[in-house]
């Protein structure tokens, strides 16, 4: 197939939508979009290579949906409304079965998330894809990660380790038991926690997303405010199949050290307890409270009895 | 070198700038930019990947060259200003040296175009690069392709053909006097038209700028605009350097076919041509008119006795 084919046939005509803020979508040297006054605009880009991010040979549906959400969740992060998106996509061939399946699984969360497509690239080349995502937040409200004060909780949503459960199962997929592990599903198609994100907008004085583990990235978060954790070994939220799974303490590792969760990690002040607490119930989500932000600059995960677990390297990129 | 080390010491400390529109640079999820009231923001990316846009063992220069101009030219095709970009890097090693190189050449980009550097990514795999760049410009004024009307002349800025004439080049480099032609340059840095992009808003009808070749390029703009195009073989503009290499003939293939040029092709209304004269004249760039659009809905290129010249593929990316 000839790249404008594609292009009309996947994507164009497939994944964009009708948005007032969309001036010229994709098909001209630039797209033109139209940032609302009062308004700034938030972007980061990610990219997803064979082997590296995704196993080989692995659906396209399953990369959709993790490029998606990885995206989506720095969107996330920082509190801002999707806005819309571009894409390169380099692959040895294209096919047609590829194509169909891959833009199936990104068109259901472009309407989701109400994320249109605006622009993109296709080469030939190794199986690569870089989304460059965008959101819009009202100015001034973005929620940055170098906020956090002493003495704010630190909380975390969801469960923590499931997709790194998820992916040490996958290689086990031929046994049927695993096969209907819920872990799978959390770490083939993460949920970004795009409305979280923006609700706490005006309760979170600081968020990151959880994509390279939950101590690296609170890690990174304490750096960027200057200051160190205090964390609950007990308290850290694990999914009752990853413990099963795998027992208490290796999902306990998972939990600290595994990338891909794509939940959110936040900080608040004591007082906005109450109004996390109705927030976790609004929106059906598990928000929980893990720990303090502390004057020491490192991050120490601790049990009750003061003892310290040191498994607390998140996923080195190199 | 680890991750955080690398883009600090050649990226987010050397090639950001310090802009108003600018309010959270990189290091965070996301940038966070401040598009200004009554401007729209255009944005494009494209991909290079090794051995497909850009020689096996290519200069880390060449490459950060070659990569900011097709960018950069995708914002001038549209009127637009530079206003920032993003850059996903995969690469088996990232060697200081090359980081240096690489990042020293996208810092004079940087500084010269006022394009500042606002998030990025890097990954371990193929040797590939995606930028993902951004311009605004005042609302309702993006020049588009799909604008262009019958009657409407028909214009190319510089020379057509030297790139591909430098990249044919590239291949017999040991040779002292292939060393020393202005061809090489042309194919290795090329130079973004986006000051005339700018000075085109209010002058042209429509535009794009020449990456894939003259004659593709010029027919992607007659088929958004629904029309045709009559060019005249002899008008076309061609480098005395590329003429004296290659033959008349074979420059003209060139000129028609090579891509990478990186040169507007643009139309506008007859009555505009004293104006695109005086424009010329104060950025000191050769504006030639080369033909006209016309109802028919092809791409014809006849010589003044009225045989028509076949060579009318541009690059097919597939």
Request: glycine letters at 8%.
């Amino acid at each position: 197939m000839h790249e404008f084919e594609i292009i009309r046939r996947f994507f164009s005509g497939k994944i964009t939508l009708q948005k007032d803020h969309v001036v010229i979508g994709p098909g001209d040297d630039c797209a033109v979009v139209r940032v609302p006054n009062n308004f700034e605009l938030c972007l980061s880009t990610d990219t997803f290579i064979e082997g590296v991010h995704f196993p080989f040979q692995a659906k396209p549906a399953l990369i959709a949906s993790r490029l998606s959400a990885a995206n989506l969740s720095d969107l996330a992060a920082m509190g801002a409304e999707p806005f819309g998106f571009t894409l390169a996509i380099s692959s040895p061939e294209f096919t047609e079965h590829w194509l169909e399946e891959f833009s199936d699984q990104l068109e259901d969360d472009v309407e989701k998330y109400q994320n249109p497509l605006l622009g993109g690239n296709l080469s030939r080349g190794p199986l690569s894809l870089t989304m460059n995502i965008m959101g819009i937040v009202p100015t001034g409200t973005a929620i940055l990660r170098s906020n956090a004060k002493v003495g704010d909780d630190i909380y975390v949503s969801g469960n923590l380790g499931d997709a790194a459960g998820g992916l040490a199962l996958m290689e086990q997929i031929a046994d049927q038991a695993v096969k209907n592990s819920s872990l799978l599903e959390r770490y083939s198609s993460p949920v970004p926690r795009v409305d979280l994100g923006q609700a706490l907008r005006k309760i979170a004085t600081a968020a990151i997303d959880i994509s390279d583990g939950f101590a690296a990235d609170l890690g990174h978060l304490c750096e960027a405010s200057g200051f160190g954790a205090q964390i609950n070994l007990e308290a850290l939220p694990l999914s009752t199949e990853l413990v099963r799974t795998f027992g208490l303490e290796v999902a306990r590792v998972k939990a600290i050290r595994g990338g891909d969760d794509y939940e959110l990690c936040f900080t608040a002040e004591p007082d906005q307890a109450s109004s996390i607490q109705q927030l976790s119930e609004c929106l059906k989500l598990k928000l929980t409270k893990v720990g303090k932000i502390s004057h020491d600059k490192s991050v120490s995960i601790k049990d009750k009895l003061g003892s310290p677990f040191d498994e607390i390297e998140g996923y080195q990129h190199f």
